[in-house]
Each structure stands twice: as structure tokens, then as C-alpha cells.
């Protein structure tokens, strides 16, 4: 299962950005069981977009593959969105290795 979580670096140890659309970075990692497998660092080409960051960053999620995406906040163009292509969201606050060992855990809330 691959996972997108909006985050302020490249690293695991960085935290989850304030917001999915416009977020620095985005980490891709690929979970198997309830393991990281791999992780990669994207940067995010619609940080710095005049307009439908939202929409651009949710469709890329669909692009990549993703099915669930791990942020602290997501507007309503993008829930949109997501929610067409069955990506779920989960809310996460933190470092990115600790919240992803609470999404393999089943501990992160779903908010779409």
C-alpha cells in the first residue's frame, strides 16, 4: 500500500506540514504488512501554484498511486477530489517516522 504524507522536508524525521496542498514535500512511503518498506521525498510543484493547489496535489495522489494520504489539514477542493479517486486522509501531527508507525498501528483518525 503506498501512502502520501504532506510534510515540511525530505526526511523522516521532519514533521507533517501544516497543510496538504501546499505543503514543501510530500513522502511517499510503500507499507507492506505493517512495515515501511521504502519511502521516497517528492518535492511538491504546487507549493508555489496561484491557484487549484488542491485539485493539483490531490490528482497527483491519484497519479502516484496513493491510497491514503496522512496531513493535518485539507481544503475542500481537494477532499473533493480525493474522495473521487477512494483516497482516504488521516490526520497526523508530528514526526513522520512516529506518525507513520501509528497509521501501521491503526491509531491515526480518519477524516475523509
Known amino acids: 500500500m503506498k501512502i ?3 510534510s515540511t522536508g525530505e526526511k523522516l524525521t521532519d514533521k507533517v506540514s501544516e497543510i496538504f496542498a501546499r505543503c514543501p514535500y ?3 512511503a510503500e507499507i507492506e504488512g ?3 518498506e521504502r519511502f521516497e521525498a517528492m518535492k511538491n510543484q504546487g507549493e508555489s501554484q496561484l491557484g487549484q493547489a488542491g485539485i493539483s496535489a490531490a490528482q497527483l495522489m491519484a497519479e502516484k ?3 491514503a494520504v496522512i496531513t493535518k489539514n485539507v481544503g475542500p477542493r481537494a477532499s473533493d477530489v480525493l474522495r473521487q479517486f477512494n483516497i482516504k486522509v488521516y ?3 508530528g514526526v ?3 506518525i507513520l508507525q501509528k ?3 491503526g491509531k491515526l483518525k480518519k477524516i475523509i
Open 26 to 28: 510530500f513522502i511517499i
Open 91 to 93: 490526520y497526523g501531527d
Open 103 to 105: 497509521f501501521t498501528e
Open 96 to 98: 513522520i517516522e512516529e
Open 4 to 6: 502520501a504524507i504532506s
Open 65 to 67: 498511486d496513493i491510497k
Open 34 to 36: 505493517r512495515k515501511v
